[in-house]
């Protein structure tokens, strides 16, 4: 059976974490101007206008769009196959990778650069399979493979 991503909370959960990181980084640029000119607030933003502020805010809410769509439609080929043998997905690298379930030695969960997913690990970095944990069915993934004596670690 194939599990397919659910991009549209993959997006969701990277837009909100994008406008709170673009968003803190400019709070905090703001904020190291101010006091760097002595808290001064005319010298410190005296190269911007009022209507600068909403633009930026802008520029950051739609960056953040554009980044997170764009990742949650790459994603959607992070789908995975389970059949009556094996797992097949995707490796690290993106290349399309069919594990045994007889060469899964572990599989654990990972948060790699805000990106949570799940790794079968196939004995190799290079023979592993990553999936994300927004599948739309994670849950008859998760019992399909507890089924093949396959224990994700915490």
């Given amino acids: 059976m194939q599990y397919l991503v659910n991009w549209k909370a993959l997006f969701r959960d990277l837009f909100k974490k994008l406008v709170v990181i673009l968003g803190g980084i400019f709070i905090v640029l703001s904020l190291l101007e101010f006091v760097r000119s002595d808290y001064d607030f005319y010298e410190a933003f005296k190269h911007?206008?009022?209507l600068d502020i909403p633009i930026i805010v802008a520029v950051i809410i739609a960056?953040?769009?554009?980044?997170?769509?764009?990742?949650?439609?790459?994603?959607?080929?992070?789908?995975?196959?389970?059949?009556?043998?094996?797992?097949?997905?995707?490796?690290?690298?993106?290349f399309k990778k069919s594990?045994?379930?007889?060469?899964?030695?572990?599989a654990y969960h990972q948060s790699d650069r805000g990106f949570e997913s799940i790794v079968l690990f196939g004995g190799?970095?290079?023979?592993?399979?990553?999936?994300?944990?927004?599948?739309?069915?994670?849950?008859?993934?998760?019992?399909?493979l507890k089924q093949e004596n396959i224990t994700i670690e915490e």
């Avoid at 960056?63 to 790459?74: E, I, K, Q, R, T």
């Fill in 48 to 50: 911007m206008e009022m």
């Fill in 63 to 94: 960056a953040s769009f554009l980044c997170a769509l764009a990742v949650a439609f790459a994603s959607k080929m992070s789908a995975i196959t389970i059949t009556d043998r094996e797992v097949i997905g995707r490796n690290y690298f993106g």
């Fill in 99 to 106: 594990l045994p379930f007889s060469q899964i030695t572990k």
């Fill in 124 to 144: 190799s970095f290079f023979n592993s399979i990553y999936f994300p944990v927004f599948l739309t069915e994670i849950d008859d993934a998760m019992k399909r």
